[in-house]
């Protein structure tokens, strides 16, 4: 089901999750090595560096609502839901940046105050081995 979306077993977790690397990203400089040829090097950096900032921001639960921009942003309330590993929670809440994406196409589920989301796994995985959690769905490892 949802197994394959970034995990973090808390949204306070000291955003730890922001931190944690995956194989993909690693691989990341075949991606932006060529950019580097089209994008002005501080331009760059800002944009990282903005990226960064909104990630941390979103996961947090110090901000429960964002009153109307609720309707257009992917807001943190949105994407504790997406984290969540509660049954309304699974495959939900897609959007980056922007919710609407969500809402266009059903994919979209508020949070909602009469259940507490659980944070983390649907299920426990048999291995902490990093090459076992990278490649197992692939039927590789």
């Given at each position: 089901m ?5 995990e ?19 691989e990341?400089?075949?991606f932006?090595?060529?950019?580097a040829?089209v994008?002005p090097p501080a ?9 960064y900032?909104y990630m941390f ?13 609720e ?10 839901v997406?984290?969540g590993?509660?049954k ?7 959007g980056g ?6 809402r266009l196409f059903?994919?979209?589920r508020?949070?909602t ?19 076992y959690?990278?490649c197992?769905r692939?039927?590789?490892?």
């Amino acid at each position: 089901m949802s197994e394959d979306r970034h995990e973090c077993r808390t949204a306070e977790c000291g955003n730890e999750c922001l931190v944690e690397r995956n194989v993909i990203e690693y691989e990341g400089g075949a991606f932006y090595l060529p950019l580097a040829l089209v994008i002005p090097p501080a331009q760059f950096v800002m944009h990282h560096q903005f990226s960064y900032l909104y990630m941390f921001w979103i996961h947090t639960e110090a901000i429960k609502s964002l009153g109307p921009l609720e309707y257009i942003l992917n807001t943190p309330s949105h994407h504790r839901v997406h984290h969540g590993s509660n049954k309304y929670c699974l495959d939900v809440n897609y959007g980056g940046v922007l919710i609407i994406w969500d809402r266009l196409f059903g994919t979209f589920r508020p949070e909602t105050d009469k259940v507490e989301i659980v944070y983390g796994l649907i299920y426990n995985q048999p291995s902490f081995n990093p090459l076992y959690l990278q490649c197992h769905r692939y039927n590789i490892s």
